[in-house]
């Protein structure tokens, strides 16, 4: 039983891996000139687009919280536009926190807020698609011990991943070598997808090796 | 001997003052230079001397001459490839020989246009950029009336001989004991010219009655004129100039005596076009060799060099084969050898540069390094004793071992020392020392080793004994320790490269925000999940208490479950408004800290950036300054004074008062009701005023410091006197801070206030936590200063605050206490957290001093051990040694502060016994 779970977890996982990957190679073929470092605004668009699109696809396909209860459909729009405005909400939040990090106040705003949308799609909305506009599960699932199925653990990994990603990421910005990639939010903005892809493909190896001790109380 | 933690902590600091003292003198040794180098550089100052009559040299005696007999060599209108390019490979190779293999500084001079004789005579004499204008005179040219190089050698009483073009003579009237003028005016001749100047040389060198012979050939440039630099007769004159060079190099090499070299200087006044003509800005004309040739320039023999020289064969090569439009593996292959040639050369080149630049005393260097390595180990092996709650440990200075182990080591370094100090060429400072000091010092190294031999031996034997103590594993790690851990060991990493080090606020800021982030998500914790957490964590956090690791695992939420899990629950302890405020303390403490950072931008990379502090210190915006001063120090007074006794309170408010008149009296800020600007003083008495105000402070703090220590056990007398301590040197750095870095006092206090109230209390950290906080704070404040890793920055201006005219001692404590008064408020606001804390944990003070000792020595022993290693990095000067400079100092000043943690744990301790 488990084993199947993360089978497929991993499969889910690897498809986030390979839509990422693809971002940075398809734009390419249709337009000429893309590259992820010279059009790197591009690149943070389409990437938090694909990553969406990608997580809300697979959450749709495979159900991780299979909720009893049918909900009405004015229930479930009620649903989504509270989505909405926490995934909105994240990005204003991550925005500040990049400021209070000391990135620029008023130059440079939409770099920043594209960083910030990368981020909120890396964190926020895999957390809005497993557990819904739900802050009592959130916090839960981000305490100690406190997921309780793989899918949760899986978020777990990813998100922190992410953003322990997105923090390395700022170190090469005070060096002096005036390489492309320092430019802001460049770093950042890879390390946080390094990080997500890195907690993607550990996300399951790091379950199956542990699947013995991991023991979910039901809630 | 049993010791304290905090005494053990303090003495280590000590020693490791000494071995940072003695690890800079030996790294900034007195004689930069070699003597004969200094001479060389005190010299071209003296020359350009005002010759008016009425002006008066400042250089009472002439320097002692370099050169014996000079010959100035123009050859007009010789191009820098006439010599350095294929034509003088071809046509001139004995100079090309020089040039490559002989005593000789070769460089390609810039003339400034006009490119016409007489102009560029004028500028190589006199120093100075000829105009346009003197084109026009160019053919009839008055005497030179300017300073120049004739008219001082003259001065000096040098007897100059002048053969060649009459332009000079015209310019230089009087000035040659012999000369021979040349007219240029017959442009197609071409021997004549140069034969009529050259058959003097033969006499010329014969007779020694002369000191500076100036010679000017005329040949080549009219061979230009009419033919153009390409034809054949251009070759022919150059091997003519080079037989010309030939004999006067030898002749002058022959001439020379023990005493004094001669000096042989080749140049041209301008080069030629394409065309043959000059007078433009092409790079043909502008461009002109310059050649001294002496044998007082030693041999050169740099390995970067010849890989130079081999890089530019292999380049020529590579030309070679592109040209022939050769695109195969070879080229590529090549290409990069060619590419990784240059870079051997560049590396060879720029550390041969460093290390003609820089001349270490390395003994002096290694022994303070190894002094600060051993009480660094000293220091971390002692780590799970001094963090122990009784925080104090045995010191073994009498083991029978250890004497003999302790004579061996010290006879060994006796040994070293003789034998270094007698075969050391160049100076040494340790060797200098009397014999006395420095067996002391030995002495001190030996006992060091042995300490810590004793020290690894008690940790086997412990480990050896199947003890209980439980290996603290990592997953009872909080965040918060994790963080610590890594920002401190990532720091310390962080100081190998110069650019973190050119931008370690960075660092900091970084780090501080991430602690407050990482707060938050414990606050949140402590919040909102107290009621759900099982307690079945809180198994052994009680017994692990205060046991084997630096940071020592309170897994906090548990600790505070087990507590609360008996009596009340989450909700009723923190107090709904509480909560909430506790909960924005972080994020305020964070838009605290991003304000200050637009404060002032420190650094290199980015200093640049528009910032608060320039637009405030600006003369339009006193009136906005005056309001942030009055404002901050309102603020200052409201944040201090809650602690504080009566007597203090008052003093504290007139002292704020006498800050701003004195920033009032010197002009920074302005009075509400001043509107015209007043003569500005410099503020002496306000100044003076102000430190009454501090020393009354201070001294009411101490006194009740030494009553609580003798007379009564009341706690709250001591925290008062130690706050009334700390608010006189917020008063103090008040008075000395320039007024827009007062805001950066109030964000301190009040960042202060808020972590102690909601964050540290509510939390329960432990000493050694909260003393890292307290440190990695006082860093980031350090740099919110304004200060930065340069010296730059030092406002040395704070030195002079009250004092009529510089006064030595005062003067650099001022500079230094308002330099570091970020780490130095944060330490002693930590002295009076922990000794409050004192109930909860009686041996808190002790568990801090260690820590913050610890906490500055790691930096600063691995940094010296990377500056030892990088010392002949490019940037050794420009960045690693200031950064070095602000180690050191900083070390002191933690020392002072440890000793005075130190005494008030002292007290402490006392009572506690009694």
Known sequence: MKEVEIRRLLAANLLCVFAVILTAVVPGFFWEGFTVLGTHLAWLCICSVCVGTVNVILHLVLKPNHSPKRSSFAHKISRFLKCCIYFFMSCIIFHAIIVLYGAPLIGSVTETFLFSVLLSTFTTLQCLCMLGPNTHAWIRVFSKNGATSIWESSLQITTVCSILGAWFGAFPIPLDWDRPWQVWPISCSFGATFGYVAGLIIAPLWLYWNRKQLTYKSR | ?914
């Open chain 2, 1 to 914: 001997m049993r010791l304290r933690s905090g005494v053990f902590a303090s003495s280590c600091l000590l020693v490791e003052v000494l071995g940072v003292a003695l690890f800079l003198r030996g790294f900034f040794p007195v004689p930069v230079r070699s003597l004969p180098r200094r001479e060389a550089r005190g010299d071209p100052p003296a020359e350009p001397a005002p010759p008016g009559p009425g002006m008066v040299s400042n250089w009472t005696k002439i320097p002692p001459p370099l050169f014996k007999k000079v010959v100035v060599v123009l050859i007009d209108a010789l191009r820098d490839d006439f010599v350095f390019g294929s034509k003088g490979e071809q046509f001139m190779p004995y100079t090309k020989q020089v040039i490559e293999k002989g005593t000789s500084y070769s460089f390609i001079a810039e003339a400034k246009p006009p490119t016409v004789t007489m102009p560029r005579i004028k500028a190589l004499m006199t120093g100075s950029i000829p105009g346009f204008i003197d084109v026009i005179v160019n053919l009839n040219s008055p005497a030179l009336l300017d300073d120049n190089l004739i008219w001082q050698a003259k001065t000096a009483g040098k007897r100059i001989i002048f053969y060649g073009d009459d332009t000079w003579v015209k310019l230089f009237p009087k000035h040659f004991v012999e000369y021979d003028g040349t007219t240029s005016f017959f442009v197609s001749d071409f021997t004549e010219v140069d034969d009529n100047v050259t058959r003097h040389l033969d006499r010329v060198f014969k007779r020694e009655d002369w000191d500076l012979l100036i010679l000017h050939y005329l040949g080549l440039d009219h061979i230009g004129h009419v033919t153009g630099p390409n034809s054949p007769l251009v070759g022919a004159k150059l091997r003519e100039m080079d037989n010309i060079l030939k004999k006067i190099h030898i002749s002058l090499l022959s001439k020379e005596e023990a005493s004094l070299p001669n000096l042989l200087v080749v140049c041209g006044d301008h080069g030629m076009s394409e065309t043959g003509s000059h007078g433009g800005s092409s790079a043909g004309e502008v461009h002109t060799p310059l050649l001294f040739i002496s044998s007082a320039f030693e041999k050169r023999s740099d390995p970067g060099y010849e890989h130079f020289k081999i890089a530019e064969k292999s380049h020529a090569n590579w030309i070679k084969l592109y040209l022939e439009g050769n695109n195969s593996e070879i080229l590529l292959n090549l290409g990069k050898k060619v590419l990784k040639q240059y870079l051997e050369a560049l590396k060879t080149l720029s550390s041969s540069l460093s290390r003609q630049v820089a001349q270490y005393d390395m003994y002096s260097m290694m022994v303070g390094t190894v002094i600060i390595m051993e009480v660094l180990l000293l220091l971390f092996l002692s780590i799970p004793k001094a963090l122990s709650s009784r925080a104090e440990f045995e010191v073994p200075l009498s083991l029978p071992l250890f004497s003999l182990l302790f004579y061996l080591v010290c006879l060994m370094l006796c040994a070293v020392h003789v034998i270094v100090c007698t075969s050391a060429e160049s100076l040494c400072y340790f060797c200098s020392m009397s014999w006395f000091t420095a067996v002391g010092v030995m002495m001190l190294i030996s006992a060091l080793m042995c300490g810590i031999l004793s020290a690894i031996a008690k940790i086997f034997e412990n480990s050896r004994l199947p003890v209980k103590n439980p290996v603290v594993s990592s997953s009872g790690w909080s965040e918060i320790d994790v963080l610590i851990l890594a920002g401190t060991v990532g720091h310390v990493l962080s100081l190998g490269a110069s650019s973190f080090v050119e931008e370690e606020h960075q660092t900091w800021y970084f780090l501080i925000n991430t602690l407050c982030l990482v707060l938050c998500q414990d606050l949140c914790r402590n919040n909102f999940l107290l009621k759900e957490y099982d307690p079945q964590h809180s198994t052994n956090v009680k017994q692990n208490f205060g046991e084997a690791s630096e940071y020592k695992n309170m897994d906090i939420p548990a600790a505070d479950n087990s507590k609360l899990g008996k009596t009340i629950s989450s909700a009723e302890f923190i107090r709904g408004s509480d909560k909430w405020i506790s909960l924005a303390s972080p994020w305020i403490i964070l838009i605290c800290c991003r304000l200050l950072r637009s404060l002032n931008q420190t650094g290199v990379q980015w200093a640049h950036r528009p910032d608060f502090g320039h637009w405030l210190t600006s003369s339009e915006h006193k009136s906005e300054l005056s309001f942030l001063a009055a404002v901050s120090l309102l603020m200052i007074f409201f944040l201090v004074q809650r602690r504080c006794s009566l007597v203090s309170k008052i003093a504290m408010a007139l002292g704020l008062l006498g800050v701003y008149s004195y920033r009032a009296a010197i002009g920074n800020v302005i009075f509400p009701w001043q509107h015209d600007s007043k003569d500005i003083s410099k503020g002496i008495t306000e100044a003076r005023f102000v430190y009454v105000f501090v020393l009354g402070i201070v001294f009411t703090g101490t006194k009740d410091l030494l009553k609580s220590q003798v007379i009564s056990s009341d706690s709250s007398v001591k925290s008062t006197g130690l706050w009334e301590v700390y608010s006189g040197l917020v008063l103090l750095a008040a008075l000395l801070f320039r007024p827009h870095n007062l805001p950066v006092l109030v964000f301190c206090l009040l960042i202060q206030t808020m972590m102690t109230k909601y964050i540290w209390r509510p939390l329960k950290f432990d000493a050694a936590q909260i003393t890292i906080m307290h440190y990695w704070f006082g860093q980031a404040f350090f740099y919110f200063q304004g200060n930065s890793n340069g010296i730059a920055t030092v406002d040395v201006s704070a030195g002079f605050v009250g004092l009529e005219s510089y006064v030595e001692i005062p003067a650099i404590f001022f500079t230094a206490f308002a330099t570091y008064a970020g780490p130095v408020l944060w330490a002693i606001h930590l002295l009076c957290y922990l000794s409050s804390e004192v109930s909860r944990n009686s041996a808190a003070v002790g568990h801090g001093c260690f820590c913050y000792a610890l906490m500055r020595s790691l930096p600063v022993a691995v940094y010296i051990v990377l500056v030892t290693g990088l010392r002949y990095h490019l940037f050794i000067w420009s960045v690693f040694s200031p950064k070095l400079l602000y180690e050191g100092v900083h070390v002191f000043i933690t020392a002072t502060i440890c000793l005075f943690f130190t005494a008030m744990d002292h007290n402490h301790s006392h009572k506690v016994q009694d």
